[in-house]
């Protein structure tokens, strides 16, 4: 059974910092893709990063150079550090994995507001 278990969203200022954070189980990260997603509320969800089995990444251009995905293969654990915070990047963050099906996790949710 994979399970995703996002964590680390909150309020943060406009131009703040916060790293995400998904827990994975039921499969070994380093074999699979991997990517963050979000949602605003009325808006559909979004692709932010994508990182490959392989390693390579990808992001969306709204947080290019803000965002950076990356995974910590011994924790089996996703990360989404995101700098210089918009308030346009409010949002519910999920993580998600194809395995056979879609999988996300229940989401976290980043609030950038002064």
């Known amino acids: 059974q994979v399970q995703l278990v996002e964590s680390g969203g909150g309020l943060v200022q406009p131009g703040g910092s916060l790293r995400l954070s998904c827990a994975v189980s039921g499969i070994s990260i380093s074999q699979y893709g991997m990517g963050w997603y979000r949602q605003a509320r009325g808006k559909q969800r979004e692709l932010v990063a994508l990182?490959?089995?392989?390693?390579?990444?990808n992001s969306a251009d709204s947080v290019k150079g803000r965002f950076t995905i990356s995974r910590d293969n011994a924790k089996n654990t996703l990360y989404l550090q995101m700098n210089s915070l918009k308030p346009e990047d409010t949002a519910v963050y999920y993580c998600?994995?194809?395995?056979?099906?879609?999988?996300w996790g229940q989401g976290t949710q980043v609030t950038v507001s002064s």
């Open positions: 998600n994995v194809f395995v056979a099906r879609q999988y």
């Open positions: 990182m490959s089995s392989g390693g390579s990444t």
